[in-house]
């Protein structure tokens, strides 16, 4: 069957494109492959004919490979030239037949190539297509670029003669472009993009990876509070979750510093790529699986990002990226899941989170945003412990009644908050938190009475803290004995 008769579409073209991978060779990868690919677009762009000959290939090559290779050895032409043909498809060489292979047959010889020379370039279909269509050919380059040539090296867009195509246009040639479609399922995403339609972290059929967040649920993504940072689950519904599967992908994001796409879906609103973005700290923190029991989950945190190449990342990203120390920020650890067994398990635990709290309030006092971060997540622990001492019901001793239903996870309609505002110098403790039923939440904030009740809560928060922990003696006991007198 002659492949080059058949049509091929932009699509497919990505498609061979996103699937195209460099071979590691230990730590290092050689970008070869991606670097003629690169060259050969830089040709269609160019207008220049389909076909080239070995003899000229090989020294535009191999100078191309000194300067951006990453590694390149002797050989450096061989193997992409021929690898592109036999295993990726992406273009074909005129009667390969001819060539002499290694002894292993993986390759023809470079003896073979020079004595042959053969003529190579995209199938006809492919050729054709690009000529029509520019916009594909940015769209592979750019692909290509934000993969492995990230931030792009000065003089390589000129040398491969891609300047004036894409020079500036980088990113609006990432199709999807953040912000604009909007699609009413993960099927309608497949539809337009391909990839997967199920998982929460996986690539589209460009071979970027993708994040989809969905306001409903199973995860608790969120925004962080203060900070613009999001908050994003990890993969894996039930049990502690692991560095596998969608997890090990983004740790690798994190590792090589590579931008993700971030999906989000509002309640009652359709999917939109909301931004790029790039995981700047990974922390394990208590969650509720899809069984409604607790486990470690991962949080990884991600700062959104304008673009994925790397030179336009704001001064704050880069601070962020370069106060990451790429290890697990154990939110968990010296505590035990958040469940009440029994009171006396729950008031040790309890005592746990405290503790927990009480050891990182020294650190980060400052304002930069990875402290806002951290003092989120010490607030998570903080909520936590206010939710196990509340005993599913509203904290203060006035309430009138809380609804009786449960959310999905089988949780109290509770919201924890802090007694006096963080910013007016509150403190970020369980003794100065108290859980509310929406009602009373409501009152606290925007009731007439809401600075008696405010009052009350303080004393309250701290009586109900003094009774919860193991000797109250942090507690100034003239304070205690005020709580205590509004006890019936
Ligand atoms: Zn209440």
């Known amino acids: 069957m002659d492949v080059s008769s058949q049509a091929i579409t932009a699509r497919e073209f990505i498609k061979q494109v996103g699937r195209l991978t460099p071979r590691r060779q230990g730590n290092s990868i050689p970008l070869h492959r991606p670097l003629l690919l690169l060259w050969l677009l830089g040709r269609a762009a160019s207008g220049a004919p389909r076909l080239v000959y070995w003899r000229e290939v090989r020294p535009a090559f191999e100078k191309l490979a000194a300067n951006y290779g990453n590694g390149a050895d002797g050989d450096a032409a061989v193997y992409p030239f021929w690898v592109l043909h036999a295993n990726n498809r992406l273009w074909e060489i005129e009667d390969p037949e001819r060539l002499v292979l290694t002894s292993g047959g993986r390759r023809p010889t470079r003896a073979s190539l020079d004595a042959v020379n053969p003529a190579a370039g995209f199938p006809q279909a492919t050729y054709d297509l690009l000529v029509a269509k520019p916009e594909v050919i940015a769209q592979a380059a750019a692909n290509l670029l934000v993969r492995y040539f990230n931030p792009i090296p000065d003089g390589l867009l000129a040398d491969l003669g891609l300047l004036h195509l894409i020079a500036g246009h980088e990113v609006e040639a990432l199709a999807p472009i953040p912000g604009t479609d909007l699609y009413d399922d993960r099927a309608a995403i497949y539809e337009a993009h391909g990839g997967q339609r199920f998982a929460g972290i996986g690539p589209l059929e460009d071979g970027l990876t993708c994040l989809f967040s969905d306001e409903k649920g199973p995860y608790s993504d969120r925004r962080i509070p203060g900070t613009g940072l999001i908050e994003y689950r990890g993969d894996g519904l039930v049990g502690d979750q692991r560095l596998t599967g969608g997890n090990s992908t983004l740790y690798e994001c994190q590792r090589q510093r590579v931008a993700v796409r971030y999906w989000h879906k509002p309640h009652d609103e359709p999917w939109r790529f909301e931004t790029w973005a790039v995981v700047v700290d990974r922390r394990r923190v208590w969650g509720k699986g899809a069984d409604h029991k607790w486990r470690r989950e991962f949080a990884w945190i991600l700062a959104p990002v304008n673009s994925p190449f790397r030179?336009?990342?704001?001064?704050?990203?880069?601070?962020?990226?370069?106060?990451?120390?790429?290890?697990?920020?154990?939110?968990?650890?010296?505590?035990?899941?958040?469940?009440?067994?029994?009171?006396?398990?729950?008031?040790?635990?309890y005592q746990k989170f405290c503790d927990s709290v009480a050891s990182r309030e020294r650190h980060n006092r400052g304002r930069s945003t990875r402290q806002q971060s951290?003092?989120?997540?010490?607030?998570?622990?903080?909520?936590?412990?206010?939710?196990?001492?509340?005993?599913?019901?509203?904290?203060?001793?006035?309430?009138?009644?809380?609804?009786?239903?449960?959310?999905?996870?089988?949780?109290?309609?509770?919201?924890?908050?802090?007694?006096?505002?963080?910013?007016?110098?509150?403190?970020?403790?369980?003794?100065?938190?108290?859980?509310?039923?929406?009602?009373?939440?409501?009152?606290?904030?925007?009731?007439?009475?809401?600075?008696?009740?405010?009052?009350k809560l303080k004393l309250e928060a701290l009586r109900r803290h003094t009774k919860w922990s193991a000797g109250g003696t942090d507690t100034p006991k003239i304070l205690a004995e005020e709580a205590s007198s509004h006890e019936v």
């Open 311 to 349: 030179d336009t990342w704001t001064l704050q990203v880069q601070e962020l990226l370069a106060e990451d120390d790429g290890e697990t920020h154990d939110d968990t650890a010296g505590t035990e899941a958040p469940a009440a067994d029994n009171p006396d398990d729950a008031r040790d635990r």
């Open 374 to 455: 951290d003092r989120y997540f010490r607030s998570a622990q903080a909520r936590l412990a206010v939710l196990l001492r509340a005993e599913g019901r509203c904290e203060n001793p006035e309430c009138t009644g809380q609804p009786e239903d449960l959310t999905d996870k089988g949780d109290p309609i509770l919201e924890v908050d802090h007694v006096d505002e963080l910013a007016k110098g509150g403190r970020d403790h369980p003794e100065a938190m108290i859980a509310l039923c929406p009602n009373c939440h409501a009152i606290k904030t925007r009731g007439k009475s809401r600075h008696v009740l405010r009052r």
